[in-house]
């Protein structure tokens, strides 16, 4: 009987013990907060504030919120008179006249949103999603690098080919020289972890039915991100680490097209990335 007993007491300590280290992260205290946030890349809307909670379902980009209070790492808000809790990396706060308060980014509004600018947030929710699943902090999108990718992207566009060599007898990833292109194009970034400035680069190809040509773009730079996934088991998986990189925190992304034949067009695409900057 008392080893029965025991053995329960046992039980309980153990549940209890595994139960607190699962939850210990969703004890964050709440401060009263009264503002409003917009998404800028896809979220998730949990029950509680933490990583383990139960998730809900998943925003989309530009959507805003009213907030009612801070729990640590999210923002508590209220979605048909439920708290739901919402992840503060990957949303932008709203001035009284809601407008974006980004340091880096000049963003239009929605409806001047242009279409350069819906395939950067399109790609930078692709990389953020992935990083959301492993628990890393998202990518900073930054003007600086989207500017260096943008000048890259018209180069390879104009070469007609996509690569890292900035001189034909270059090695394939001259590092020494490709850092020293970044800080001539205004990008000085840290070195951590063994890490400084990124770049990745691909091609793909768009069969557009009209004009905007939007949701065929969008297809395209896909194909390019479903191919950086594939590296993940491979011995070469550069443009993989790019993307789950704890050491990276900042993206920038641009593509350029090209028309082959009508309503054909190659898609140049650049991502240049960076730890922090100096």
Known sequence: MIKNFLKIILFISIFSLLRWEMFADCEAVEVPLQTKVITNSVNNIREWACKTAKLQWKTKIWITYDVVAEAGEYYKVMIDGQARYIFKEWVDLVNE?????????????????????EIWKYWLSLYNWEREKLWLKPYNYDKRLQDSAKIWAKISSDRWYSSHKRNKGDAYYDFWKIQNWF????????????????????????????SDCLEETKKAVKSTFDGYMKEKWKKN??????????????????????????????????????????
């Open 97 to 117: 006249n809601k407008e974006l308060a980004q340091a880096n980014v000049e963003t239009p509004k929605t409806s001047e949103v242009s279409f350069e600018d």
């Open 183 to 210: 800080k001539n194009n205004w990008v000085n970034c840290k070195i951590e972890n063994w890490n400084w400035a990124v770049e990745n680069v691909w091609y793909g190809i768009a069969f557009c039915k009209d």
């Open 237 to 278: 998986a550069s443009h993989y680490k790019s993307i789950t990189s704890p050491s990276l925190n900042h993206l920038g992304f641009w593509i350029h097209k090209k028309e082959i034949k009508p309503n054909v067009y190659w898609i140049y695409n650049v991502t240049h990335l960076c730890t922090n900057f100096n």
